[in-house]
C-alpha cells in the first residue's frame, strides 16, 4: 500500500509539473495495473511510453524525495506540509520555475554523485541570497548549529536556546554560530530527540 502512495505522489508530482498530462498518467497506470507489473515504477512506464522525459523523470523524483524528507524531519514541519522551494515561492522571493530548475540542478548533481540540499543548489543560482535561506529555515522551526571540535554544521530541528546538544560525530557541544556565511550543513538532528 505504501508504495502505492508513493506512485500516486508521484504521478501528482509530473502533472503538477506539468510533465506529463492526466491522461498519459491515466494510460500509464491502466499499463501498470493490466500488465501486473505493479513493481515496475510509474515513471519507468511513462518514460518508456515517451510522455515524460529521464529528465523530467529526475525532476519528480527529487521533488518526491525533496517532499519525503522534509516529512521525515519532525512532525512540525510536516504540519506545514510545505517544502523549502515552495515557502520560497510564497514568500515572492522566487519563481516556482526557479525552483524546478533547482531541482532539476540538483538531481543532474547527484547523477555525479554529488549531493547538495536545495537551499544550496538555490543560493549558487543566484535564486536565494543565504540570509533567506535562514529565515525560510527559521520559519520551519530548523537552526544551523556547529561544532567547534570538528567544525560540521547541523540542521537542528525543534532547537531551543540554552539546550544542550552533542555533535553526534566528536561530542563536543553544539553552538549557534556567531556568523553563517554558508548554509552547507552534515546532517539533521532532532532537538527534542
Known amino acids: 500500500m505504501a508504495e502505492s502512495k508513493l506512485e500516486m505522489l508521484f504521478g501528482k508530482i509530473a502533472v503538477a509539473c506539468g510533465f506529463v498530462t492526466d491522461d ?5 497506470l491502466d499499463s501498470q495495473e493490466l ?4 513493481h515496475r515504477h510509474l515513471g519507468r512506464i511513462l518514460v518508456e511510453q515517451e510522455a515524460m522525459t529521464e529528465d523530467e523523470l529526475m525532476t519528480v523524483l527529487a521533488i518526491q524525495r525533496e517532499n519525503r524528507l522534509r516529512a521525515e524531519l519532525s512532525p512540525a514541519v510536516r504540519r506545514l506540509g510545505v517544502t523549502l522551494g515552495s515557502l520560497a515561492v510564497e514568500r515572492e522571493y522566487c519563481k516556482l520555475e526557479d525552483v524546478h530548475e533547482c531541482i532539476r540542478e540538483q538531481a543532474r ?4 554523485n554529488l549531493f547538495f540540499r536545495l537551499g544550496e543548489v538555490m543560493c549558487s543560482k543566484g535564486v536565494l541570497s543565504i540570509e533567506q535561506v535562514h529565515e525560510l529555515l527559521a520559519s520551519q522551526n530548523i537552526t ?8 560540521s ?4 530541528l525543534n532547537y531551543r536556546e540554552g539546550a544542550k546538544l552533542e555533535c553526534p560525530k566528536c561530542s563536543t557541544g553544539l553552538e549557534l554560530p556567531g556568523i553563517v556565511s554558508s548554509i552547507k550543513v552534515d546532517a539533521n538532528i532532532d532537538g527534542e530527540g
Open 144 to 151: 544551523i548549529l556547529g561544532c567547534p571540535g570538528c567544525f
Open 153 to 156: 554544521k547541523y540542521n537542528v
Open 24 to 28: 498519459a498518467l491515466e494510460q500509464a
Open 109 to 112: 548533481l547527484e547523477r555525479l
Open 35 to 38: 500488465k501486473s507489473d505493479t
